[in-house]
């Protein structure tokens, strides 16, 4: 595993940067205190934008730092702009077959409690496919997942439910690795052909299961003016519909937008730049997600529903999609040498326009595998039982802080304002390119159920300026 990238000279420096802004302060800083009382709702919602579990540095003093009073015409701009704007994405990999698991890693993730019920208010749950095979919970696991998915769109998150190749598999008739037990839960081999075709799986499949997603990093609470010249339209919709397309930008980015590629690309295998070269398309996403829906209807539509292999009808690009080169099946992320992979992977990042490619189908049994500086997480543990691997989720957590409603310590941390600055407390809360300024965190963590501790992968920071 790669260690985590907590650079050793931080706390110190940030020990050093408290002391020269507690100087500061007792040379005359307002205190506190004096600061204008919030209205309820905007302190609830401060609260609520606040990130609980895992702030980043720059973030874990901003609660204490109130900020200064103001003037009530500027009030409703500095409220807006000290809104801490967070989001949070978990992922799951390959589950075969092993409900137990899988609910004590989404107990652990904080998205469901003791009865399965959804309790991860606005996170997104990615499932990476493979729910099936191995193990005997079919049934359970895709009703399972059903009964989340509206819970968890109700409380304004999501559950974008991936297919992999053993879910497909099954609607090919290709059982090779179902169980006796699995078939008997069914009531036969008959019943469990009917509901992986005309029967209800089947139908969850056509609606609610997709191959690849590129979930934005930041889905809701955007503020206006924020979201207006840079970020790309979400569409509103049904729960992962929002995450199946490419992103559309407004046209002109000069400067380039910031937030171009503040997204990660999900899919069960992996993702090429030859195999998108082989697509020949300027809406890669899209296309994935129409070749597999293509692929998957015709199978589910073959009369009897066993084709056992690809119809002889199948069109070239449906037979590259389900080859060891497409998306369902390859493996070059995983086991290729990390030098030879890098430069490839950055290529597919900027393809899709993200800065992580999340995956499952080749199993890490030791844990969660973060390669080319995080730009790639294996997040296929080997769960079910029937390997005996780690129980894991991916959490990447997101915030975006203004500038303005940093502590100064940071603010210093970070050269947004100086020392030699004849008062660097109203520089940083003034107009200005300050005001466009924000501080983007991504924390990458593996969490664990049990086995092994959970650990942070990565942890990014940067300054963005969102251009006028
Ligand atoms: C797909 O998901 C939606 C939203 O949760 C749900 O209303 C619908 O019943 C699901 N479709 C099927 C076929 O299960």
């Known amino acids: 595993m790669p260690p985590a990238r907590a650079p050793s000279s931080r706390p110190l420096l940030v020990v050093t940067?408290?002391?020269?802004?507690?100087?500061w302060y007792l040379s005359g800083s307002p205190p506190a205190s004096r600061a204008a009382p919030l209205k309820d709702a905007a302190t609830a919602e401060r609260k609520r934008a606040a990130v609980p579990s895992q702030p980043a540095l720059v973030n874990q003093a901003a609660h204490k730092a109130a900020p200064p009073p103001l003037d009530d015409d500027r009030s409703a701009l500095s409220d807006r702009r000290s809104t801490v704007l967070t989001q949070r994405i978990v992922a799951v990999g390959d589950i075969h077959g092993d409900l137990p698991a899988l609910t004590s890693i989404l107990r652990r993730a904080g998205l469901v409690d003791l009865k399965g019920q959804w309790t991860g208010g606005d996170t997104i749950l990615v499932q990476t496919g493979d729910i099936v095979d191995r193990g005997p919970d079919t049934i359970a696991l895709y009703r399972f997942f059903q009964s989340l998915r509206p819970q968890a769109e109700k409380a304004g998150g999501a559950l974008v439910s991936l297919?992999?190749?053993?879910d497909?598999?099954?609607?090919l008739g290709d059982w090779r690795y179902v169980t006796k037990e699995d078939i008997a839960s069914f009531g036969g081999e008959r019943n469990r052909r009917e509901a992986f075709s005309t029967g209800w799986i089947g139908a969850e499949f056509r609606a609610n299961y997709s191959i690849t997603a590129r979930v934005p990093y930041l889905v809701s609470s955007l503020p206006h003016d924020l979201a207006a010249p840079v970020l790309p339209s979400t569409p509103r919709g049904s729960s992962d519909r929002r995450f199946l397309g490419d992103p559309s930008y407004p046209a002109s980015a000069s400067p380039p937008n910031p937030f171009l590629h503040a997204a990660a690309s999900f899919v069960h295998g992996g993702i090429t730049p030859e195999y998108l070269d082989s697509l020949h398309s300027s809406h890669p996403i899209n296309d994935m997600n129409r070749i597999g829906r293509e692929l998957l209807f015709s199978l589910l539509d073959v009369p009897g529903g066993v084709p056992l292999s690809l119809p002889r009808s199948a069109p070239p690009e449906q037979r590259e999609f389900w080859s060891e080169r497409g998306p369902m099946w390859n493996r070059d992320w995983a086991i290729e040498d990390e030098d030879e992979i890098c430069e490839r992977v950055e290529r597919v990042c900027e393809a899709l326009k993200v800065r992580r490619l999340v995956m499952g189908h080749t199993p890490q049994f030791e844990g969660i595998l973060s390669r080319c500086d995080g730009k790639v997480l294996l997040i296929d543990t080997g769960i079910s039982r029937a390997y005996g691997g780690a129980h894991s989720s991916l959490s990447l957590t997101y915030t975006l802080t203004p500038a303005s409603s940093l502590?100064?310590?940071?603010?210093?941390?970070?050269?947004?304002?100086s020392l030699s600055d004849p008062d660097p407390e109203a520089t940083l809360r003034?107009?200005?390119?300050?005001?466009?300024?924000?501080?983007?965190?991504?924390?990458?963590?593996?969490?664990y159920t049990r086995g092994r501790e959970s650990e942070t992968l990565g942890k990014w920071e940067r300054v963005v300026v969102v251009p006028e």
């Open 17 to 23: 940067l408290l002391l020269v802004a507690a100087l």
């Open 163 to 166: 297919l992999g190749n053993h």
């Open 168 to 171: 497909i598999m099954q609607t």
């Open 407 to 417: 502590p100064l310590a940071d603010a210093l941390a970070l050269s947004l304002v």
């Open 430 to 447: 003034g107009e200005g390119e300050l005001a466009r300024t924000w501080v983007e965190t991504e924390v990458v963590e593996a969490l």
